[in-house]
């Protein structure tokens, strides 16, 4: 099972990034997060609620789908100098909050940390950035799913199709990303993130 999930992990990093060019990067895996103060960004579940205090999440994940906890294991994003990158010359970590699958559907989260002169930035601002985006891929779209405005793109693999959406929280860019081989299995996910809380409280 963790073979299949850092395999679709891999997946969802490449969707994220748009196939962006291998020498514009390096990835590497650091150490799990050593402390419960630093394992907190990660949230929790609940039956079949997933929460996070320090985003501020609240969203249901499917029953139909089986729920795997955070690995509290990150991966690392070193981009090279991209000329016209905001972020160039930074790392960026990624942290998978959650990971929920049932065949042939898949619902990833994560969340990177945005530097301080970041952190108010949009998700189509980010998605389209020289990082995220090929020279002549599409540029991102905007949707507004139950009060919140999400960048996205859609993309295809060998295996299925995916829509990745894009929203700034605290601080945090989240990555949502939507595995599916038919568009009412999308549609049934966009009605979860419709749902979902981006500005919860803990209440």
């Known amino acids: 099972m ?3 999930f850092k395999l679709l992990l891999s997946v969802t990093i490449i969707i994220v990034l748009n196939q962006a060019a291998a020498a ?4 590497t895996t650091p150490k799990p997060a050593a402390t419960d103060n ?3 960004v990660y949230g929790q579940v609940e039956g079949k609620i997933y929460t996070n205090n320090v985003i501020g999440l609240r969203i249901e994940i499917p029953k139909e789908m089986e729920f795997d906890e955070p690995s509290f294991v990150d991966v690392a994003l070193v981009p090279t100098q991209i000329p016209g990158s905001m972020f160039a ?7 998978t909050l959650f990971y929920a699958r049932v065949v042939p559907v898949s619902f990833i989260c994560t969340a990177t940390k945005l530097a301080p002169s970041l952190a108010k930035k ?7 950035d020289r990082l995220f985006r090929k020279p002549n891929g599409p540029m991102a779209k905007v949707e507004t799913l139950g009060g919140n405005v ?5 993309g295809k693999t060998r295996f299925n199709e995916n829509r990745s959406y894009a929203i700034v929280r605290k601080g ?8 599916y081989n038919e568009k ?3 549609d049934a996910l966009r009605e979860y993130l419709a749902d979902a809380d981006f500005d919860w409280t803990g209440k």
Do not use: C
């Open 89 to 95: 010359g930074q790392t960026l970590t990624i942290k």
């Open 2 to 4: 963790k073979s299949v």
């Open 38 to 40: 630093a394992r907190a």
């Open 150 to 154: 999400f960048a996205y793109v859609d």
């Open 122 to 128: 949009t998700g189509e601002e980010i998605l389209n």
């Open 24 to 27: 514009q990067r390096t990835v």
């Open 172 to 179: 945090y860019y989240l990555s949502i990303v939507f595995m």
């Open 184 to 186: 009412g299995d999308l």
